[in-house]
């Protein structure tokens, strides 16, 4: 005999209708939820009318000690009022303005002010009716009843409502995420309201170094000191760790994470309030740590007037303002309302993404009505700075005023390999463009230099120290009303081609983690930081100074290598750990590169008005015998010449010393010279 079975049911994913209750009452709450504001609010007033009437008849019953009915007409009346009154009040209140699933504690504290509100008017128009006989406990045992009764009703609502919420499905009670949010100020608890809506993160812990708040319960989750991280991690198995401190410095924040290096944890943060535009704090606000989290100082207030001075109202050009700092240029330069801001750029991608960012943030600025940002015209250039017909028609039309000269080519070992590419278009392509800034009457000149060009020992630093020379050079000559300035300074974080781009894609891709030397050593600035000082020196400038940035405590390489592994939730593999998840392997310095950089050529520095920005007075190469040495580099690169080239560096340079085995393997045959004439 064949037995035959049922087909299989195409919605075999989905409980049957009979499976229970439990199917009812979520199909119940998904529904609840898809509803229209007017059809929930109407629900939730019909609910309160019920509760509230239960309320007081409930206060009258304990208050007399038997089951209330009315013996009058009066007493009905005042029976009838209390609940009227009371929805009334929650209307004014806002009540039925808060959505239910996520009414939190402020909405509860509203809750028992109306509640108290609705007892008071109500106690006033028992007054005013002047019913004999009528027991004043009964306001309070009333006010009492519906304050639990409504409180209740809104957090059994919420909870359903917040489980049968589409970000709640697949997530059961005990798979959800276990995670510690450090820092149990507003912040902190604001995260943690944000995490139980959510649904798929269970907070086991809040930690905080005020020991005040040690052992305290907020919001039903215990605060425990630094010290006893590794236990809570060790016993609820936590594999992130959520920093809510958006407001401290970044000392506080840098100690925070140095406490969790030790843990296999994956550490997200919060951005700065100021960057939370909603004012409320979301899950989606968490992001990973950024290298600026680690090594970023605290910022120094800019001098408004020094940001200002040289862009309100001018005519200002960005060359290279696709780059990392030039980038950054144009978006601080845009806020402060020049006239125009000139894009002037090589590469169209990187001219194209800049210039809708700025169209962007124009919209944003005139938005937030922040100054007149919104009236400064864009103009985007396409070119390279050795166009000397393009630079000069660039400047004459637009009638620019200041120039911040950030085009370079800047990575080491590309230069090193492409020597004559990098000269042209560093040293020349300043050349070109200063020239005709002086030619055409420009105001300021900017230059964007490098800790690489003190004592360089690769082309790239000796092509940027060149630059630096143009300048002085052009600076001291008679008849010169263009000032020319430069600004050094050393790595910006998270820059194109910078080592923490290279250590983070690496780490994802689960190592290894390529570390020149165990101890090469490099300072760092934020690029937003860098930027805003590179403006605030350019206003400083007199003629001919080397202004020097700043840079904080230097910064071991490989010693930011094992924190970005340890931050990202994986363990180093090493001798002492073969286990590990990400290995680090030590590669050697590359051509021209130092195991430690400079800033200062010579030892005449003084300060500034701006404690981060200091002034270097340099030896000085008269600009008709830099001319001649300028001649015969051109000379030498159209040549394919090394050999005369590196002569013509190491007679020029201060200090220059090509490292050993450093010598050009590609782009020769490409270089043409720039079309410019030498004054």
Do not use: C
């Not at 962007?360 to 940002?373: N, Q, S, T, Y």
């Not at 060009?453 to 630096?468: C, D, F, Q, W």
């Amino acid at each position: 005999m064949v037995q035959r079975t049922n087909p299989p049911r195409a919605n075999q994913g989905i409980p049957a209708r009979n499976a229970g209750s439990g199917w009812h009452f979520m199909h119940l709450a998904e529904w609840l939820i898809a509803r229209p504001r007017w059809f929930k609010r109407a629900l939730l007033i019909t609910n309160d009318l019920l509760l509230l009437s239960i309320a007081i008849w409930a206060a009258y019953t304990l208050r007399l000690s038997r089951l209330y009915v009315p013996p009058t007409w009066e007493k009905w009346l005042l029976l009838i009022a209390a609940p009227l009154i009371g929805v009334a009040v929650f209307h004014v209140r806002g009540l039925y303005k808060l959505v239910t699933r996520f009414i939190g504690p402020e909405g509860t504290t509203r809750i028992y002010v109306a509640v108290v509100i609705a007892a008071l008017l109500w106690a006033v128009l028992v007054l005013m009716m002047a019913v004999k006989d009528h027991p004043r406990s009964v306001i309070v045992i009333y006010a009492l009843i519906a304050a639990l009764l409504i409180r209740l009703s809104r957090q059994w609502a919420g909870a359903a409502l917040l489980k049968a919420a589409p970000q709640h499905k697949g997530v059961s009670f005990d798979k959800r995420k276990p995670v510690i949010i450090y820092g149990a100020g507003t912040t902190g608890v604001q995260l943690l309201r944000a995490l139980n809506e959510h649904g798929a993160y269970k907070s086991v812990a809040f930690i905080d170094p005020n020991p005040s708040l040690a052992g305290q319960m907020v919001h039903g989750v215990k605060v425990i000191r630094p010290e006893k991280i590794g236990k809570v991690i060790a016993d609820e198995d936590v594999k992130e760790v959520l920093l809510a401190m958006p407001s401290a410095s970044r000392g506080e924040r840098r100690l925070a994470l140095k406490a969790l290096e030790a843990f296999p944890v994956v550490v997200k943060t919060l951005p700065a309030l100021e960057e939370i535009a909603s004012g409320n704090v979301q899950v989606s606000d968490l992001r990973p740590i950024d290298v600026e989290d680690l090594l970023g100082r605290d910022p120094v207030v800019p001098n408004l007037e020094l940001l200002t001075a040289n862009a309100r109202g001018k005519v200002v050009m960005i060359t290279g303002a696709g780059g990392s700092i030039g980038s950054e240029l144009t978006r601080q330069l845009l806020k402060l309302s020049p006239k125009t801001l000139v894009l002037f750029e090589l590469s169209e991608v990187a001219l194209y993404d800049i210039s809708m960012e700025l169209e962007d943030l124009k919209r944003r600025l005139l938005k937030e009505a922040e100054g007149e940002a919104s009236a400064t015209s864009v103009v985007a250039v396409l070119g390279s700075v050795l166009d000397r017909k393009l630079v000069a028609r660039t400047i004459q039309e637009l009638g620019v005023e200041v120039i911040y000269h950030a085009a370079a080519y800047k990575h080491v070992p590309i230069v090193e390999a492409n020597p004559f590419a990098g000269l042209q278009n560093n040293t020349f392509g300043t050349l070109v463009v200063a020239e005709t800034a002086k030619e055409l009457g420009v105001e300021r000149f900017v230059l964007v230099s490098s800790d690489k060009a003190v004592r360089p020992t690769n082309i790239m630093g000796a092509s940027k120290r060149l630059a630096e020379q143009i300048l002085q050079a052009l600076a001291q000559e008679r008849g010169t009303a263009t000032i020319f300035t430069m600004v050094r300074f050393g790595n910006v974080l998270d820059s194109s081609g910078s080592v923490v781009r290279l250590f983070r894609s690496q780490i994802k891709a689960g190592g290894p983690v390529t570390v020149t030397d165990p101890d090469v050593i490099r300072y760092f600035m934020s690029i937003p930081e860098a930027a805003q000082l590179v403006i605030q020196a350019g206003t400083m400038a007199t003629g001919g100074e080397v202004f020097v940035l700043e840079m904080g405590t230097p910064v071991k390489i490989d010693d930011l290598a094992r924190t970005m592994i340890r931050l990202s939730g994986r363990e180093l593999r090493d001798e002492a750990h073969p286990d590990g998840d990400v290995a680090i392997e030590y590669i050697g310095l590359r051509p021209g590169e130092k195991l430690y950089e400079e800033l200062l050529i010579g030892e005449n520095t003084t300060g500034t008005s701006h404690p981060r920005i200091f002034k270097n007075n340099e030896p000085i190469v008269p600009f008709e015998e830099l001319a001649a040495v300028l001649e015969r580099l051109e000379d030498a690169i159209h040549r394919l010449d090394e050999a005369e080239m590196q002569d013509v560096l190491r007679t020029t340079v201060e200090g220059y010393v090509p490292a050993a085995g450093s010598h050009p393997v590609a782009g020769k045959g490409e270089w043409q010279p720039a079309s410019r004439t030498l004054h």
